[in-house]
């Protein structure tokens, strides 16, 4: 929260209804409207601020500071970090203004205008703030502006100055002074003089405004006295001439000013007054030769913080193209800091504003700079040696350029941007407050004396550049206020005052929002606040008093624009949108008086509008934020709630409400009217301290069906629940349904609460009536649950002599309802001894328990002849032994018990008691619930360590005794158990399978990796002849699946298998493994033979035989032999392939030499078709002529029936003309390519190289030295030249098969990833002595060997053909034609043979094929020039 002038003065200031008298009041309150900014510094010490702490962000000091010079003569790097300087004296007098180079637009300075900035929006803001700027149009002095350009033709306004007077500059040269009436006090200069030096371009007046600095557009600087008017100085020489004066500016010191012109360059002016004659001294800080300084800002405090150890060094922060630095003009002249701006817009302006604020409970200075889009924060500090720190802050990332930054005080700041929109920012939270076009004012612009016209425009681009959106001198800030000058007018805007902020939301009618933003004040989280200070409690006061005076203007304003006429939901809408907003800030204030008394009243003249105002109690109320209320506004409530039926609305009321304010005999009866027990309860226990009667109200709801056997309804279940969690509650020390019983009373409830229970019986007890009523009626409703709340209320007792009473006298009356009565279920007598089992397994046990009981209970649990309940009977038996009651038995007696009662569980518990792990799997077995986990048992049991060997063993053997069981319940997991634990005995485990059913599937399951079970074969060491045992079942079992089956099984016996098949008459399955053995021919004859059986006995059908079966397996097996022909054909030679394909061609023609056109049978048609899908398959096998001798010999188509192939010769006819075709063109494109790769091969390398300078790359000696040495001359096509001996020394050299191929050094220097370039440097030597010219390759080194060739079978180009190459590829932009054929003839004969295997990137070879920017180029290849 930041700290502002007293309220009462700054409301008279800002809340004046004139802008004229505004400004003359903040004038005449000078004093402290300058303290504004510094009086808020002190209160923000006061808090904790949430920036990020210094320490994050310090930078470490550099060893060697460096000096100005060092500073400037560095060249400029966008992506340098920021850095630190040190502090270090300087050497003025060694600073040489030609030393500097001329920055340009393509220099860096100007950044990449193609860079696209980030469009990052600042956090949008959740909260109003409301109007925050006031903006007031100075009408007086905007009217003398303009009388002045008509009157003594004083020309446009150029400039603005403010301090507690205002200054303007005019293009004719003309200053214009004005007081805070906005009188015209001063008219300093002539338009002579204007005429001689142009506009006035900058302004500046010292702090005790006393003295008026004018800059001119043709760099002449002026000073003027205030006082009399009087001109004290004249100075021309104080910057070299022809520049205009950018800025011009005061420092504290009075006797020191800094200036800026067009050139760039920042000079340091010292007034000085020697025997009554006034002179200005001037000296370089920077020369704009050097990167164009544009802006300047010196490091102004104010009388506060003149005693700020930061202030005796006089610091200037500026600003060029490129980058900030931030010097010490006292006491000697320092470099503290330099920071690069990075990649910007160069046409964005940079910006400097320099501001106290407070950090970690120190005021120091911070200076905010920005270019374009981005803001940084620098927070200088001065240590205890004197050395100044600089620590980087949070930056502001923008969504608009920038073209001023103004701090308004030590938290907001008022941005402008390139369209002339204002932008209010809070600093430390980055949330814009507010927006606000600003184009009425008509912003003058400096981009003239940027181009500096007025002397001929010699300035660099990149300035003229930045010029264009330059407005340094046209807004100018003081006191907290901010001056825009227009081209006809001048604009003041300052901050609101918290009460005009709130006012300007009333004058719109926004009341809502109006109580958002006066409770942020109250509750100091608004922004940019002004006219609030002092102590808080104060400042709470005062807001407070205001929102109670907005609340009712807002409470009138609802009831008035009511609407009178509608439905009743219009109505109740309204109100819903209103009342509950004044309810709301009511309570925030902590105003119940206001709420209930004059608020409600008001409210309660509108019927909708006190019902609203009652229900939106209801929230605040349940969460407990509302507790006590009048009694007549419960009343209300109440009644209100209960004419809309809403009685469980009113039970959760009353249950948070302070029973003070509750009318007791009323809401009692209301209650038990509407059946509201936990309202009924809470009144009770805090109105009458009374525990018991409500107890006995709900027993005798719930007690007669009960009793009477009868099923309850779910309000009665509801109710029992209740009664169960109300006696816990009582039990346990806590109110119910909320809250805690006062500590004096919890002994005295417990005792009431135990006594009730075992009372003997009720109060108004039948004769009728049993024993022990209320435990009798709990243990019937929910035993587990009552049980519960015993063993929860025994937790707590303690060990004295009362409470072990009422242990054991409880514990007895359980025993003596439930044992002695036949009307529990097993359940319910299993949860009583198992609570029992658990309280006597205690170690600090008192209670006592006859043991014969225990007995009986097994008895009755594991009776034999009652079935009923089975399951129930043995969960509860197993809960009982867990919770400790097996101490309570004898364990042989309760296994012979279970076993008989078949209770597996309870068995294989006794059995883990006594390690007896092998008659657990009998367990498991028996159990038809559980049978299938045997197997994960048996898994673990054998798996996991922590079991004896003999434990295992015994375990091991009765699974193997009990294998054919296992296998039966489940094969597969069967299967998986022998593999992993009874691999070794998979014999004997077949040898137990009798079922040969069982056998088929248990193999299944273990040889087929489909299955499941995923074991190797070789780690199970499977003899073949039991894969072939499963073979020979598979056969009988499942012959579809034999092949598929075969192809996934491994360690079987070709002959073997051959003969099992052969056995079941499995013709495919044979001929699919005598193909596998290599008996190909074999495998094709029996096919052949399968095929001709089905085409006989088709041909022996009658006509009125259904083919269609017939006809499917005859393709099928046409199909298998065809695929048998086509896997086989390749690897054979010519006379294989047709003992092969012909005797299936005249199996398949055979049958239709029956066909007569006498007699046609119908299935002529179908052989047919099936013939030519033979005759085409075996095309690409056998050759045309061959297939047409062998049919013209048929007997059939020999004699004049050759119509009926016409359509196949014709086809094989058509196939051979367009492969001979594609042969033809093929062959021609490929010579074209060769004579094209060849003829540019030749000119490439014959094509000399144009070196970039006449001296070594390395020593820098020009390559004539040494005539007398043999020393060649080594050339890269990057144009780099060395001397052989300096690549030498550099280790420039690489010997590749007895060859010595030279690297660029500068090239494979900067190649830091030791890849071979994509564009390798060719190199040429030459001896001084010979103009004979030698070549030479030249590669970057390659982190991997070059790949070695073999020069038997692979041919190897010379290096600079292979160079040649690559650029001819890069030229065509692809692969050519003759690499895709080279590479598609490698694929298809598998040879690894790659031609030009040297110009790969590695020895790794990479298809052409597989690079995801292949594309097949139709065009022809292009011309090159030679």
Partial sequence: MESEPGPENVEQNLCASAAEEELNKSFNLEASLSKFSYIDLDKELEFKNDLIDDKEFDIPQVDTPPTLESILNETDDEDDPFVLEDPTLLNVDTIDSHSYDTSSVASSDSGDRANLKRKKKLPDSLSLHGSVMRHSLLKGISAQMVSAADKVDAG???????????????????????????????????TSVGGQYGAISALSINNDCSRLLCGFAKGQITMWDLASGKLLRSITDAHPPGTAILHIKFTDDPTLAICNDSGGSVFELTFKRVMGVRTCESRCLFSGSKGEVCCIEPLHSKPELKDHPITQFSLL??????????IGLKPSLKVWMTFPYGRMDPSSVPLLAWHFVAVSNCVNPMLAFCRGDMVHFLLVKRDESGAIHVTKQKHLHLYYDLINFTWINSRTVVLLD??????????????????MEISEVQLVYNSSHFKSLATGGNVSQALALVGEKACYQSISSYGGQIFYLGTKSVYVMMLRSWRERMDHLLKQDCLTEALALAWSFHEGKAKAVVGLSGDVSKRKAVVADRMVEILFHYADRALKKCPDQGKIQVMEQHFQDTVPVIVDYCLLLQRKDLLFSQMYDKLSENSVAKGVFLECLEPYILSDKLVGITPQVMKDLIVHFQDKKLMENVEALIVHMDITSLDIQQVVLMCWENRLYDAVIYVYNRGMNEFISPMEKLFRVIAPPLNAGKTLTDEQVVMGNKLLVYISCCLAGRAYPLGDIPEDLVPLVKNQVFEFLIRLHSVEASSEEEVYPYVRTLLHFDTREFLNVLALTFEDFKNDKQAVEYQQRI??????????????????VGCLFTFLARQLAKPDNTLFVNRTLFDQVLEFLCSPDDDSRHSERQQVLLELLQAGGIVQFEESRLIRMAEKAEFYQICEFMYERGHQYDKIIDCYLHDPLREEEVFNYIHDILSIPGHSAEEKQSVWQKAMDHMEELVSLKPCKAAELVATHFSGQIEVVIGQLQNQVLLFKFLRSLLDPREGVHVS??????????TEQFIDLLCQFSPDHVIETLQVLECYRLEETIQITQKHQLHEVTAHLLEKKGDVHGAFLLLLERLQSRLQEITQRGENTKEDFLLKGIEDTMVETIALCQRNSQNLNQQQREALWFPLLEAMMAPQKLCSSAAPLQHCEALKSLTMQVLNSMAAFIALPSIL????????????????????????????NYEQTLLETTTSLLNQDLHWSLCNLR????????????????????????????????????????????LQSKECTLEVEGQTRWTCYKCSSSNKAGKLSENPSESKKARITSSQVKMSPSYHQSKGDLPARKANSEPVLDPQQLQAFDQLCRLYRGSSRLALLMELSQNRSGDSYRPFAGSQSGPAFHSIFQNENFQLQLAPPPVTED
């Fill in 811 to 828: 514990v007895d009356i359980l025993l003596k309802v439930m044992v002695e009565n036949s009307d529990f279920t097993p359940s319910q």
């Fill in 1243 to 1286: 000119a490439s390398v014959s094509r000399g190289l144009n070196p970039k300078q006449d001296y070594c790359s390395i020593c820098l000696q020009q390559y004539k030295r040494r005539q007398e040495m043999a020393d060649e001359i080594i050339v890269f096509s990057c144009g780099h030249l060395y001397h052989s001996f300096c």
């Fill in 156 to 190: 446009l306004p150029t400039a603005i100055a403010v301090s507690s007077l205002i200054a303007v500059g005019t293009s004719h040269g003309l200053a214009l002074i004005f007081d805070q009436n906005q009188a015209l006090r001063l008219c300093l200069g002539s």
């Fill in 418 to 435: 390139s369209v002339e929109k204002l932008h209010v920012i809070d600093r430390q939270t980055q949330e814009e407050l507010e927006t």
């Fill in 317 to 326: 922060a500026m600003a060029s193209l490129t980058k900030i630095l931030v």
């Fill in 1189 to 1216: 001798q062998r049919i013209l010999q048929d007997p059939i188509y020999g004699k004049g029936k050759l119509g009926e192939i016409q359509g196949l010769v014709l086809g094989m006819l058509d196939t051979f």
């Fill in 1017 to 1026: 074969q070789e780690l199970l060491q499977i003899p073949p002849h039991v």
